[in-house]
C-alpha cells in the first residue's frame, strides 16, 4: 500500500513537471469533438443525438494518446529493472501507473465532458448520465490500456500496434457509455447500462493488473 | 558462510546459448571480477544472477538454498546496477535517491549517500543538467543508501560499474564495495579491467566468461 501510494506521487510529480502530454489529451478531446458538427451539420435538433457516442468515441481516442508513454520511459532508462526488484511487485506497478493515468487523463476529460455536452446541446437530464458513465468507463479505459503499453513494450511502431491491441477492448465500453447516456436523452432508464459498466470496471480493477505484470516481466526478460 | 554458489547454469538468448554449464562459487566478504569479450554474456550472466532473466538450465544456491525457493527474498538482497542510469530528468539528485530508497525500503535519509560520491552539491540540482559522470555516480549512490541502512542487500551485481567514472570517482566506488566486502557481503562486478580492479585486487577473484560459453577461474 505504502508502495502504491509511492509510485502514484512519484507519476502524479512526473505528469506535473514534465507533461504536456495530459493537458495533450484533453485538448485533443475538446479539439476533435469540436470538429463534428463542422462535419455533419450543426442541427440542434440532431446534435443531442449523436452528442454521447461522439464524446465516448473522443474520450477513447483521447485516453490512448499517453498510454504509450506509460511504462516505457522506464523501460529504457532501466528502472523497470529496479522495480520489478524492488519489494513493491508488478501486479502494484500496475495499478499505481494505471490510477496515474486516470488521474492525469481520465478526470481531465471528466472535467471537460460536460463543456462539450453544452455544445451537443445535450438536455440537462443526460448531464448525470453522462458524469457517471464517464467516471465509471475512464478508469477501464485506463486499466485495459495499461495492458496493451505492457504488450506494446519494444515493439516497433508499438502506438500503431497498441491501437489495433486496445480499441476493440474499448468497444464494450463504448456501447455501454455511451448507451448510457442516449438513454438518458431519449428518457429511458439508465440503471442496466451503468450497472454493466460497474461490473466493466471490477472486473478490470482485478484482472488487469494481474495481466499487464505478466505482459511486463516478458518486457524485462 | 557458503555465499552464492551456481550449479551448471546455463542460459539461452533467443536460440542462442550465451553461456552453459557454468559453476561458480563466491564467498562472504569476496568480489568475484568478471571479464570476458563482448557477447560473451557477462551482463545476460548478472541478470540471471539478479532473477530478471530465468536461466535454461542449472541452478543458483545462496547460502545452500535454491534462490527459486523464495524469489521474493532473493530480489530482496539484490542490489543490481546495469547499464542505463535509471533517473528521470525532471526529478533532482535527492527525489530520484529518496524514490528508490524509499521504495526499497531503506533509510530515507540519504544526504551521506550522496556525501560517499561526492555529489552532494547536485542535491537539488535536476539530473536532466547531468553529465554522464554524474549520472552514474547518483545511480551508484544506491549502493551507499543501501550500506547505510540496517537490512541492505548483501549481494551486489555490478554491470560495468565504472562506465565514464572520473579516477577520484573509482576511489570512491572501490572504497563502498570494500566496505561492503568488509561486511560479509558479495559483488559481481563485470569488468574490462582498469583501476577499479587494481583498487580491490586483495579481495577479489577472477573469472573470464568465454564466448563459447564455459569460463576459465584464475
Known amino acids: ?221 | 558462510m557458503q555465499g552464492l554458489i551456481t550449479h551448471k547454469l546455463s542460459c539461452i538468448r533467443g536460440e542462442r546459448a550465451v553461456f552453459t554449464g557454468l559453476d561458480l562459487e563466491i564467498k562472504p566478504g569476496r568480489a568475484l571480477l568478471l571479464s570476458g569479450a563482448n557477447g560473451s554474456g557477462k551482463s545476460s550472466l548478472m541478470r540471471v544472477l539478479a532473477g530478471l532473466l530465468p536461466s535454461a538450465a542449472g541452478h543458483i544456491e545462496w547460502e545452500g538454498a535454491d534462490i527459486n525457493a523464495d524469489p521474493d527474498a532473493h530480489r530482496a538482497r539484490v542490489a543490481y546496477i546495469g547499464h542505463a542510469d535509471p533517473l528521470k530528468p525532471a526529478m533532482t539528485a535527492t527525489e530520484n535517491l529518496r524514490f528508490w530508497a524509499q521504495l526499497y525500503g531503506l533509510d530515507p535519509a540519504i544526504e551521506p549517500a550522496l556525501y560517499q560520491f561526492s555529489i552532494e552539491h547536485l542535491a537539488d540540482v535536476p539530473a536532466r543538467y547531468f553529465s554522464a559522470g554524474q549520472k552514474r555516480r547518483l545511480n551508484l549512490a544506491r549502493l551507499a543508501a543501501g550500506q547505510n541502512s540496517t537490512a541492505g542487500p548483501a549481494l551486489w551485481l555490478l554491470d560495468e560499474p565504472a562506465t565514464g567514472l572520473d579516477p577520484g570517482a573509482v576511489s570512491m566506488l572501490a572504497n563502498t564495495i570494500l566496505a561492503h566486502l568488509s561486511n560479509d557481503g558479495i559483488a559481481i562486478i563485470s569488468t574490462h579491467g582498469g583501476r577499479l580492479d587494481e583498487l580491490i585486487a586483495d579481495r577479489a577473484d577472477h573469472f573470464t566468461l568465454q564466448t563459447s560459453g564455459s569460463g576459465v577461474a584464475g
Open chain 1, 1 to 221: 500500500m505504502i508502495g502504491l501510494i509511492l509510485l502514484v506521487k512519484r507519476e502524479l510529480g512526473l505528469a506535473l513537471r514534465g507533461g504536456t502530454d495530459a493537458v495533450m489529451a484533453v485538448v485533443f478531446f475538446v479539439l476533435a469533438a469540436v470538429l463534428f458538427p463542422f462535419g455533419v451539420g450543426a442541427d440542434p435538433a440532431m446534435l443531442p443525438r449523436i452528442g454521447g457516442g461522439i464524446i465516448w468515441v473522443v474520450a477513447l481516442l483521447a485516453a490512448m494518446l499517453s498510454l504509450e508513454r506509460m511504462f516505457s520511459s522506464d523501460h529504457e532508462d532501466g528502472s523497470l529493472d529496479l522495480l520489478y526488484l524492488s519489494p513493491v511487485g508488478l501486479g502494484t506497478l500496475a495499478l499505481a501507473k494505471a490510477l496515474a493515468h486516470w488521474l492525469t487523463t481520465g478526470v481531465l476529460l471528466l472535467i471537460a465532458a460536460p463543456i462539450l455536452a453544452l455544445l451537443y446541446n445535450l438536455p440537462a437530464s443526460a448531464f448525470g448520465a453522462l458524469i457517471v458513465s464517464m467516471l465509471l468507463g475512464t478508469p477501464i479505459l485506463s486499466l485495459v490500456g495499461g495492458i496493451g503499453a505492457a504488450l506494446t513494450l519494444g515493439a516497433r511502431r508499438g502506438g500503431v500496434l497498441l491501437a489495433l491491441l486496445i480499441l476493440p477492448l474499448y468497444i464494450p465500453v463504448l456501447i455501454f457509455g455511451a448507451g448510457a447516456i442516449d438513454g438518458a436523452v431519449a428518457g429511458r432508464p439508465i440503471g442496466p447500462q451503468l450497472m454493466v459498466l460497474s461490473g466493466f470496471l471490477l472486473a478490470a480493477l482485478a484482472l488487469a493488473p494481474w495481466a499487464t505484470a505478466a505482459a511486463l516481466r516478458q518486457a524485462i526478460e
